[in-house]
């Protein structure tokens, strides 16, 4: 039995939310926009762009196309300093356990992101030989919750949509797979994720025998 398991990676692999949350909230404050933790969480997920457009509306401002692209340069540019300075121990708990099992059993593995950095992280954390297919923020034209990603995702695997299970820390992911008609396991917190098939606090809550349930599935 083989299935297709498609990780996102902000969140789920690495803790990089917390380095978009810095690189925003400094863009914000800079433009006298206030960007809360609860903002943040609504960020998750989505492309640079639209993240963007949604600091502006909440701050009310409205900017030339030229100086939006500037400011999207500049947040990926405080972004890329804190990415460069990562290494392996900002993988995630038990991700590593995840994935030998996976890649151990023949499993088909792949990276489903709305980022464009993905492959340079994947790098650094020296996880990008676990990946049979990588599906980032280059490769796509439609943002999560549209299901457009995961798809590409499947298709690089050789997998129906359902047979593949989705690993995802934002609402607009969980979503995503749903819309992908695949099977949706929420990484974070039960109330956020209510739409998940299943959601754990993090990998160390995921048990082998329950990959081996998903496979069998
Ligand atoms: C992920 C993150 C988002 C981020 C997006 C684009 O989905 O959860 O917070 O905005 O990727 O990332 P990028 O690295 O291309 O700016
Ligand atoms: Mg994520």
Not at 126 to 151: C, M, R, T, W, Y
Not at 153 to 177: M, T, Y
Not at 192 to 199: F, H
Request: charged share 25%; net charge negative.
């Amino acid at each position: 039995n083989t299935k297709g398991f498609i990780f996102d990676l902000d969140g789920v692999i690495v803790d990089t939310a917390k380095y978009h949350f810095l690189a925003w909230k400094k863009l914000a404050n800079s433009i006298d926009v206030d960007f809360t933790e609860t903002q943040n969480e609504q960020l998750k997920g989505v492309s640079r762009v639209k993240s963007l457009e949604k600091i502006l509306s909440w701050g009310n401002k409205t900017i030339s196309e030229d100086e939006f692209m500037a400011l999207m340069a500049k947040k990926n540019d405080d972004y890329l300093s804190y990415i460069d300075k990562m290494g392996e121990s900002e993988i995630l708990p038990d991700v590593p356990k995840i994935l030998n099992h996976l890649n151990e059993n023949n499993q088909g593995v792949a990276l489903g992101s709305a980022s464009k950095n993905a492959r340079k992280i994947l790098q650094k954390v020296n996880l990008i030989s676990n990946f049979q297919a990588i599906v980032d923020g280059n490769d796509v034209s439609k943002a999560k919750p549209d299901p457009e990603v995961f798809l590409i995702g499947a298709k690089a695997l050789h997998q129906k949509p359902e047979n593949c299970i989705v690993f995802e820390d934002s609402v607009a992911g969980v979503q995503a797979a749903n819309n992908a008609n695949m099977i949706s396991i929420g990484i974070g917190d039960k109330t956020v994720l209510s739409e998940a098939d299943y959601v754990f606090k993090d990998f160390t809550e995921i048990s082998i025998e329950f990959i081996e349930e998903l496979i069998k599935k």
